[in-house]
């Protein structure tokens, strides 16, 4: 983590775990009652499993680089600019996650597909330049903020049916004719 920036994380996880018995540092991974909650390799943080976690604040985990799994799956609610410039991320499983602030996954490198059941809003900039992301499915999404899943070039599947106003950027995705012209455009120059 860069200790430049004010991150949440700390908090967030001692808010959930602060005070539990169980929590013990085992071959360089923070445990808890055996079960690796954080994952570390040369200094950095690798994975993270934080079942109990629902809430993060603002820059929580604001450039983990070395981040490549991350899984909560009782989080509800990320903040401001969370998981952000998180390069190495592939796997994010969050299947409570109802609502994500601003700048969350921005540049998230290595992510592939986002699946979120919950999730119901989107701040502005989320999922924004994930060059890597080709699938995103939130079934239950009503509220999108503006540049959400830009510079996405690699997404050929967006599956949000609840979504009233789809950005334009998206809108070939609703539209299976579209969805071909563009599959056939991005043939053409080579996307």
Do not use: W
Not at 25 to 40: E, H, P
Not at 121 to 126: E, I, K, L, R
């Amino acid at each position: 983590l860069d200790s430049a920036i004010a991150d949440s994380f700390a908090d967030d996880f001692n808010r959930c775990y602060g005070g539990n018995r169980g929590l013990s540092v085992q071959n360089g991974n923070l445990t808890l009652n055996g079960d690796i909650l954080i994952g570390a390799e040369q200094s950095q943080i690798k994975t993270i499993y934080l079942p109990d976690l629902t809430t993060m604040g603002s820059n929580c985990l604001f450039y983990a680089y070395g981040l490549t799994q991350f899984e909560a799956p009782a989080l509800t609610t990320m903040g401001n600019y969370c998981l952000s410039y998180v390069n190495a991320l592939r796997q994010f499983e969050t299947p409570a996650l109802e609502t994500m602030g601003n700048t969350c996954l921005y540049r998230a490198n290595a992510l592939m597909q986002f699946e979120a059941p919950a999730l119901t809003s989107m701040g502005d900039c989320c999922l924004y330049n994930v060059p890597t992301l080709t699938q995103f499915e939130a079934p239950a999404l009503t509220t999108m903020g503006s540049l959400c899943l830009y510079y996405n070039n690699a997404l050929v599947q967006f599956k949000a049916p609840l979504l009233e106003d789809v950005p334009p950027h998206l809108e070939s995705f609703n539209n299976p004719i579209r969805r071909v012209a563009k599959k056939i455009y991005r043939t053409l120059v080579g996307l």
